[in-house]
């Protein structure tokens, strides 16, 4: 085990050398102006790679490669920048070198892109495409933000549900070059265009020429209208394992498609919006912003979490007089505050996810609070006997023992309570569960730990 896993490990920084090696020659061809290298050295990467080696480097170092390499950019690189670095690198391209590298781009990989453009960079891309390309995507951009509509594509592989499977083969090898660049099912439509069924490709290869469509289409078919916000049709993909999902407009004709990496790129932003969220840290910080930007974003959480500080001091300051008597109160604070803070946290970490997934619905919310109460008095219990017998040997006192004891139980308790309740509470009331929770939860068992270790030492102690 120790060897494999040490295998393993030369193997990391193998390939973490390799890459590095790559970097500096990237950035080496970059700062001699040798665009004939650069390319050679770019275009034997995945576009996703060239993304993060742009917003990897500083402001200055990108504009320099766009300088040397900008004209032989590629659409699927724009596609995948972070969307702050994404403009700062379209404003940078000459027009007809963004015309070009959006050519080749699937509609949803368009749309995505000229969402959060300004008025005339958006007007330059869209005279650049195929009439029929420019009127998918002005389409789609029609949708509301955020919705079904907008994240599908229109390129769709569709049949009559009454053809053979001879038949469809024949039809998709008439004229490949039409055909999405990728496609997983063959919609089977009826005549007024609604989706009645899809065929896996593999099927459709594996079963013989006479077999109608319709006895081989897929259990798992299913559709979702145009306006269907994009988290609920993600999470349909991933409660029913699909890789791809008919979209249908108000007359339930089929529009688009919903392939499977559009799907996981959306929960995989739900998931990181929630991480931002629960820090309390603005979801559209990036790496990439300056200094400035990130105070912006984070200084308003910050001044929630003083006030709320605040409040937890103006407790401690009610009992001052109990710890000024009794100073080992205020060694053993610290320990109540942390120990509160930590266990709502693992509560409502549970729970945001919980709700996310939908997991945790009115149905079973009871049973939940009933168990997470349940576990803070197990932890209470445990962690109020070890703090019990260190403040004996510690400061000599049993009353303190029984003090932070009995603190430790309703912190604990308290803490597993506002970790399930406050976003079940901030769900209700249609706020992002998310929303800096952690800094409520926190005010919760600060508040409520210090007011119970200290009013009993009140009335132990003294």
Do not use: C
């Amino acid at each position: 085990m120790v060897e494999e896993i040490a295998e393993e490990a030369g193997r990391d920084d193998d390939v973490n050398a390799l890459r590095r090696d790559r970097d500096r020659k990237i950035l080496l061809a970059v700062e001699q102006g040798d665009s004939a290298e650069l390319s050679r050295l770019l275009d034997q990467l995945h576009p996703a790679d060239v993304a993060d080696i742009m917003e990897q480097v500083g402001e200055r170092t990108r504009n320099l490669l766009l300088q040397v390499w900008g004209r032989d950019i590629d659409g699927e690189v724009l596609s995948e920048l972070d969307e702050g670095i994404r403009a700062e690198v379209i404003e940078a391209l000459p027009d007809e070198v963004l015309s070009e590298a959006v050519l080749d781009l699937e509609s949803d990989d368009i749309v995505d892109l000229v969402e959060d453009l300004d008025e005339e960079q958006k007007d330059i891309v869209l005279d650049a495409l195929p009439a029929s390309d420019r009127l998918a995507v002005e389409q789609a951009l029609s949708y509301p933000e955020g919705s079904a509509g907008r994240l599908m594509q229109r390129e769709v592989v569709m049949a009559p549900e009454h053809w053979s499977v001879g038949q469809t083969i024949d039809f998709l090898r008439e004229d490949p070059e039409d055909l999405p660049e990728q496609f997983y099912h063959v919609i089977l439509v009826d005549p007024r265009l609604r989706p009645v069924g899809y065929v896996t490709l593999g099927k459709l290869m594996s079963m013989p020429r006479i077999k109608p469509l319709r006895e081989v289409s897929e259990h798992s078919f299913r559709t979702v209208p145009v306006d269907l916000d994009e988290a609920e049709a993600a999470y349909i993909f991933n409660q029913y394992h699909l890789i791809s999902l008919p979209v249908v407009d108000e007359d339930e004709r089929l529009v688009g498609v919903i392939t499977i990496d559009d799907a996981m790129s959306v929960l995989d932003e739900e998931h990181e919006e929630d991480m931002m969220l629960l820090a309390g840290v603005a979801e559209e910080s990036s790496l990439s912003d300056t200094a400035l930007e990130t105070a912006k974003l984070r200084l308003p959480w910050l001044g929630v979490n003083l006030l709320t500080a605040i409040l937890a001091s103006m407790v401690i300051a009610m009992f001052e007089g109990v710890i000024a008597q009794v100073v080992a109160l205020a060694v053993l604070m610290p320990i109540v505050a942390s120990m509160g803070g930590n266990a709502g946290t693992q509560s409502l970490t549970v729970a945001v996810r919980a709700i996310a997934t939908k997991d945790l619905t009115g149905s079973n919310v009871r049973r939940v609070v009933g168990r997470e109460v349940l576990v803070g008095l197990l932890n209470g219990v445990a962690f109020a006997v070890v703090m019990g017998i260190v403040a004996l040997i510690w400061f000599g006192s049993m009353k303190i023992g029984l003090v932070i004891g009995f603190a430790m139980v309703v912190n604990l308790v308290v803490a597993a309570l506002a970790g399930i309740m406050v976003p079940v509470t901030m769900e209700k009331l249609g706020v992002d569960p998310a929303l800096a929770a952690g800094t409520f939860v926190t005010t919760v068992t600060d508040v409520v730990g210090f007011f119970a270790f200290l009013g009993v030492a009140s009335l132990v102690l003294l």
